[in-house]
């Protein structure tokens, strides 16, 4: 099996920053792409930054010129470093990794979600 393990939530005032880390492993034979996405209360979840394996990114608008997405091959690792914080950007931050595994298949897999909170 696989597992996304994902750190750096927290609380932050607007214009703050924060990073977010998720690092996948088990049965891995490669990931073919890396997420974020996330979910605010009362609305459906949506995608934040993507990177393929090529180092391709793909952010969502909201985010554009304020998040960046980077991933360490080496170590199945996905970072989400988020600067100029504002209110809306309040939601749990959920990883997202397409992984192809050792002994055969390609599934998608999910982090536990961690809160992030954007709050004077």
């Known amino acids: 099996q696989v597992q996304l393990v994902e750190s750096g939530g927290g609380l932050v005032q607007p214009g703050g920053s924060l990073r977010l880390s998720c690092a996948a492993s088990?049965?891995?034979?490669?990931?073919?792409?890396m997420g974020w996405y996330r979910q605010a209360p009362g609305k459906q979840r949506e995608l934040v930054a993507v990177?393929?394996?090529?180092?391709?990114?793909n952010y969502a608008d909201s985010v554009k010129g304020r998040f960046t997405i980077s991933g360490d091959n080496a170590k199945n690792t996905v970072y989400l470093q988020m600067n100029s914080l504002k209110p809306e950007d309040t939601a749990v931050y959920y990883c997202?990794?397409?992984?192809?595994?050792?002994?055969?298949?390609?599934?998608?897999?999910w982090g536990q979600g961690t809160q992030v909170t954007v709050s004077s």
């Open positions: 997202n990794a397409d992984v192809s595994r050792t002994l055969g298949g390609r599934s998608i897999y």
């Open positions: 088990g049965s891995i034979f490669s990931i073919n792409d």
């Open positions: 990177i393929t394996v090529s180092g391709t990114t």
